[in-house]
């Protein structure tokens, strides 16, 4: 179960990554053609609405495969001070804190997916409904609990930890 979860929080970053590659692409595309309406060319329609459903996206993508390494940014000033106990509480508590915002996340995510849906919202340029990017983001963010929760049993010994879970450590 471990491999199956850090592959698939593996798979969604690197389709995060495909995502923000595109977008990338679109926002270029978009600016060279504002630069060169002078010879018919414009914008790409709704360009900052796909931009920003894509981001969200993305960002529900690359979040479960951080957290499941420990690469979220964090002050290590006194860290290697504290006992080796109290380091292992402060990461369990910070795994259940993660794990619970994370799940009161995914349930706002559904309910405002659901009333988005109901009302029949859609964007002002490309009348896409404004719950198709909530529907999209709330995919990963599901797995994302997945793996939040995988990453807290780790942290408190209930499961094997993966060889991928280990704090990634900055150079100073």
């Not at 592959?7 to 679109?26: D, E, H, K, N, Q």
């Not at 414009?42 to 920003?52: H, Q, S």
């Not at 990461?91 to 405002?112: F, H, Y």
């Not at 859609?122 to 529907?135: A, D, E, H, T």
Request: overall charge neutral; aromatic content about 12%; hydrophobic content about 55%.
């Amino acid at each position: 179960m471990t491999k199956l979860i850090y592959a698939t929080s593996r798979w969604m970053a690197w389709f995060g990554a495909l995502v923000l590659t595109l977008l990338a692409v679109i926002s270029v595309v978009s600016i060279a053609g504002r630069t060169f309406s002078f010879a018919g060319l414009g914008p790409v329609p709704g360009d900052f609405e796909l931009v920003e459903a894509g981001t969200a996206l993305a960002v529900f993508c690359f979040l479960p495969w951080c957290h499941l390494r420990r690469a979220h940014a964090d002050v290590t000033m006194l860290w290697h001070a504290y006992p080796p106990r109290l380091r292992h509480m402060l990461e369990a508590a910070s795994d259940t804190l993660m794990l619970a915002v994370w799940l009161l996340l995914v349930w706002r995510m559904g309910v405002a997916t659901l009333e988005f849906r109901g009302n029949g919202e859609v964007s002002f340029i490309l009348q896409m409904p404004v719950w198709w990017g909530y529907g999209a983001s709330l995919v990963p963010a599901a797995l994302g609990c997945v793996a939040y929760a995988w990453r807290l049993l780790e942290t408190l010994g209930l499961v094997t930890a993966h060889a991928d879970s280990a704090r990634v450590e900055v150079a100073h």
